[in-house]
């Protein structure tokens, strides 16, 4: 079983960075595929990114690719999303979340793959 917390949300002006982390329990970290959602207020959650469990295949929604960046250090047992060039449609409740898998290049972008999830971190961007 895997535990997850994010960390690194905040409120923020429009163009500005920042860094989510999602720091896992377990130690099998590395067997699992990571990705990022996000859900804003009225709206379902959705897809940001998604990595898997080697680091060596990665994934983006079309509205963040180019901006934001997923990274992971299995020596840590967390996973990154760096954020940049921030809009005020970003504004979301991020979470992350956990999948286990053998393949060392999968991971998956559907929500209802992922086993685990974190409580999510609030971000908001300014106009």
């Known amino acids: 079983q895997v535990q997850l917390v994010e960390s690194g949300g905040g409120l923020v002006q429009t163009g500005a960075s920042l860094r989510l982390s999602c720091a896992a329990s377990?130690?099998?970290?590395?067997?699992?595929?990571m990705g990022w959602f996000r859900q804003a207020p009225g709206k379902e959650r959705e897809f940001v990114a998604a990595?898997?469990?080697?680091?060596?295949?990665?994934d983006y929604a079309d509205s963040v690719k180019g901006r934001f960046t997923i990274s992971r250090d299995n020596a840590k047992n967390t996973v990154y999303l760096q954020m940049n060039s921030l809009k005020p449609e970003d504004t979301a409740v991020y979470s992350c979340?956990?999948?286990?898998?053998?393949?060392?290049?999968?991971?998956?972008?559907?929500?209802?793959?992922?086993?685990?999830w974190g409580q999510g971190t609030q971000v908001t961007v300014s106009s």
């Open positions: 990595i898997s469990w080697s680091g060596g295949s990665t």
């Open positions: 377990g130690r099998t970290f590395r067997m699992y595929a």
């Open positions: 979340a956990a999948e286990r898998t053998f393949s060392s290049m999968r991971y998956f972008t559907q929500a209802s793959e992922y086993d685990y």
